[in-house]
């Protein structure tokens, strides 16, 4: 009794050992889901042994589990920060700044969920192959899994729930920060609107001019402030060090402003005496100027800036009018400098555009005007700003500059039609080849500036002001796209074009042709010029509300797939699919020149069958580069039937004749009744088969040409091979002998020697003289022989023709007479004269080779 009490005492102590080790294991593995642990107890007693056996197989769902709580875990983080800015936006109006730097924030958040959900996809087809091993589940009626693969089954698809949850999370959140990226893009675009299309007094309106003169009494007091303040930081700031330091910065300024004039005509020589550089020496000339007049200007500007931003001499609200200075002479010397590159107008031969010497130099001098306008206008609207001026004053500020601007533009259009005028009265027809000013350009001009007077008159002043600025700033944008165009045409493609030395060194290095590398020297340029277009088009509608962002986000959305219904385009897709479909096109092409030049030559095969393994290989090759893009761009075997069937109909309507050659193509290689190298007879022409294409056959004759038939014809039509069983060609040669004066032995004698004196004639079969007819003067004889190949049959019938012509000759056998003929009474003066009797001779032996 003892020892069975110790012994049931040690098997219940085990049992609760075991199912102690199950539950916590369990606890640990499914805390979301108690489930588990209630099933524990439904198990038999006698089966509690085997309880440790899901904690052995649970390091790997921990692992999956593990890091699907880390990525949960960024989920909610994003998603927490996606809320805050989302209730921030939708909780008060906001500045357009503010706007801007929320958006800022949510790009970075969408790129790493983005990453997040990318990691989960090969994480969840792992499980799910993993989960597909194990097969479908038992239906009802069949034999229950066992108990082990049930509980790895559930485990499977536990892991698989899991991650497939995770991705479908991560892909909300992600759709939520793209909304919340687009709101704020049509918050901040709405906001721009109102702002431009804001109504105010018009300039003409008395009570803007009301409020002007009430205003300025307070703004007077403002200035007589302002001015004390600076004043009384100057002399708290001043020292000597700092007027040392700020003179040194402007008299570097200065010299770099000054000296640009003068270091810009000796580094960069644009001779008047070179009547017609070349183009690139145009294109250097022009960015050397470019570069010497903007640049010393700019760097000047930033030197002094830099230096006055650091000894804080003045109030930080007026450093905002220094700046506002220190750039419009920079601007200035920015908008001069790329005229002189562009239109020379000293330099009428290193001139890029052109036009005329008077309208270059009067586009420079209007524009420099205009960019000082702009730049005064400017100023002082940052000295209202600094002073805080008020708004009659801002909006009369900003009209008068405006409708300033919208003069000198209207003054140079009106120079350039009196211009045009004056030319037309004088050269009458003649129309001169200088482009300028006229046309579309102009009218489009003109409407600018009477859309900038109307805006100033009625009251929408900062329309105005945003079109002055935005005309001034294509202008700039366009010149410097024409610029950028033409360096990319001449150094990128030109380079590729012409026998440069890069083009040289790509053709040795690579093996290219010059065909070939100026092609690909057109396509490098063409796609610089849309890249600098792509640049010029986001810089004119970035002052329109719509950013880069907004660009890419739509490029991205085209380019990484947007669904229509249940169907997903994505151009990443379709542009791997082509690249796969391309890779393997060119592999099979190795393939088939391997075959063509290295392995197939080493063999005992034909032309023929070699031309067939090459085509079959190209087939293989191109259905499975096909198989593998329709594979990768998701196309189902259901997919690709609909596919089927819509070709079919355009095959019933008007593909059959190409089907039909391409079945052809496959049958002739297969069955293969012609092959390469074949001597063939198709209707009236006779030839080489060179080439079994898809659609054609390419059979080149005697005359060197090319003879394309189509495949279908050669199966169907009547076809007659020379060379199928063998290339033993026969030799017929026909001679027509005197009928009076020959004897019909010794003829065919000297006919039969001939044909075994040869060397390349067969002795079997022995060749044999046939008597074929006889006529009126002469008797004709028919010299049979063969020859082992048949490329060889018409210089052995022109060998012996010549023997034969020289026994008949040494034999004495002459020529039968023509037929005798009236004589004229005078003969005609254009008759060629009488032939002799070897002349004759040569004239009735003839190659008789039959088709």
């Not at 996809?121 to 989960?131: F, G, I, N, V």
């Not at 009428?348 to 270059?360: E, K, M, Q």
């Not at 049959?793 to 020289?806: K, M, N, P, W």
Request: aromatic share 6%; net charge neutral.
């Amino acid at each position: 009794m003892t020892s069975i009490g110790f012994k049931r005492l040690f098997q219940a102590a085990v049992i609760v050992l075991a199912v102690a080790t199950g539950g916590t294991s369990d606890a640990q593995q499914t805390q979301p889901a108690p489930n588990p642990p209630a099933q524990a107890p439904a198990q038999p007693l006698p089966q509690a042994s085997p309880a440790p056996a899901p904690a052995a197989a649970a390091p790997a769902p921990t692992t999956i589990s593990a890091e699907t709580k880390a990525a949960r875990a960024k989920l909610d983080g994003y998603k927490a920060d996606l809320d805050q800015k989302e209730a921030a936006i939708q909780g008060r109006a906001m500045a357009d700044a503010d706007l801007q730097n929320i958006r800022q924030q949510i790009e970075p958040i969408i790129a790493e969920i983005r990453t997040v959900v990318d990691e989960q996809t090969p994480r969840l087809e792992a499980s799910k192959q993993r989960l597909s091993q194990l097969g479908p589940k038992p239906e009802k009626g069949q034999p229950e899994e066992s108990a082990d693969v049930a509980r790895d089954r559930a485990e499977r698809e536990a892991a698989v729930a899991e991650l497939d949850e995770t991705q479908r999370l991560g892909r909300a959140l992600l759709v939520q920060a793209e909304q919340l990226s687009t709101q704020i893009g049509d918050l901040r675009r709405a906001g721009f609107t109102r702002a431009l299309f804001e109504q105010s007094d018009g300039l003409l309106s008395p009570s803007l001019w009301m409020n002007v003169v009430q205003a300025v009494p307070r703004e007077l007091r403002a200035l007589r402030i302002i001015g004390e303040d600076a004043l009384d930081q100057l002399r708290r700031s001043t020292t000597l060090g700092v007027l040392l330091l700020l003179g040194l910065a402007t008299g570097m300024a200065v010299a770099l402003y000054v000296g640009r004039r003068s270091i810009a005509p000796r580094l960069v020589r644009r001779d008047r005496a070179i009547l017609d550089p070349s183009r690139r020496s145009r294109l250097l000339a022009a960015l050397g100027v470019l570069l010497l007049g903007a640049a010393p200007a700019i760097a000047g500007s930033w030197i002094v800036w830099v230096v006055f931003d650091a000894v804080d001499i003045v109030p930080s609200r007026l450093e905002q009018v220094v700046k506002a200075m220190l750039s419009g002479l920079a601007f200035i010397a920015f908008v001069r400098a790329l005229i002189d590159a562009i239109l020379a107008p000293d330099h009428t031969s290193w001139r890029l555009i052109p036009v005329r010497d008077a309208s270059a130099t009067r586009i420079m001098s209007f524009s420099i005007t205009l960019a000082t306008v702009m730049v005064v206008g400017k100023v002082i609207e940052a000295f209202n700003k600094a002073i805080a001026a008020a708004l009659p004053i801002t909006v009369i500020t900003r009209a008068v500059f405006a409708l300033a601007a919208a003069f000198v533009f209207a003054e140079l259009l009106r120079r350039f039609a009196a211009r045009e005028s004056q030319d037309e009265a004088c050269l009458g027809p003649y129309v001169p080849q200088e482009v300028d000013i006229g046309g579309p350009l102009r009218s489009l001009g003109w409407f600018i500036v009477a859309l900038i007077i109307g805006s100033v008159v009625g009251g929408y002043i900062a329309l105005a002001s945003f079109l002055v600025d935005q005309a001034v700033g294509i202008s700039i944008i366009i010149a410097l796209l024409v610029l950028g165009i033409a360096f990319a045409d001449e150094f990128i493609g030109g380079s590729l074009r012409s026998q440069s030395r890069i083009a040289t060194t790509l053709q040795a290095n690579t093996g290219l042709r010059r065909r070939s590398v100026e092609q690909i020297g057109i396509l490098v340029s063409g796609v610089a010029r849309l890249a600098l277009i792509i640049i010029a088009i986001l810089l004119v509608l970035l002052p329109w509300g719509i950013e880069s962002a907004d660009v890419t986000g739509s490029l991205r959305a085209l380019f990484f797939g947007f669904n229509v219904g249940d169907v997903t385009i994505s151009l990443s897709s379709i542009l791997i699919a082509a690249l796969l479909f391309a890779g393997g096109f060119t592999i099979t092409r190795i393939i088939q020149r391997w075959l063509d030049n290295t392995f197939l030559p080493a063999t005992d095969l034909d032309a023929g069958l070699r031309n067939s393994i090459r085509t079959a290989a190209g087939y293989v090759g191109i259905i499975t580069a096909g198989v593998v893009a329709f594979t990768y761009l998701g196309l189902s075997l259901e997919r690709l039937t609909i596919v089927a069937g819509a070709l079919s109909v355009g095959i019933g309507f008007g593909l059959q004749s190409i089907v039909n050659n391409f079945i052809s193509g496959l049958i002739l290689l297969w069955e293969r009744p012609i092959r390469v190298g074949d001597l063939v007879v198709v209707g009236d022409a006779e030839g080489y088969v060179r080439r079994i294409n898809v659609r054609s056959t390419e059979i080149q004759t005697g005359d060197r040409a090319m003879l394309i038939v189509p495949n279908s014809n050669l199966i169907s039509g009547v076809v007659r091979n020379r060379v199928r069983n063998d290339r033993v060609g026969r030799v017929l040669v026909t001679v027509p002998v005197p009928r009076a004066s020959s004897d019909p032995d010794q003829v065919a004698e000297i006919m039969r020697q001939a044909a075994l004196a040869h060397r390349e004639v067969m002795s079997e079969p022995s060749p044999r003289v046939l008597f074929k007819k006889v006529t009126e003067n002469t008797i004709d004889f028919d010299l049979v022989c063969f020859v082992d190949d048949i490329d060889a049959a018409g210089r052995v019938s022109s060998d012996l023709y010549f023997e034969i012509f020289r026994g008949l000759r040494k034999a004495g056998i002459g020529v039968p007479a023509p037929a005798a003929a009236p004589e004229p009474e005078e003969e005609p003066k254009d008759k060629a004269p009488k032939a002799d009797e070897e002349d004759e001779t040569l004239t009735l032996l003839k190659d008789k080779t039959p088709a």
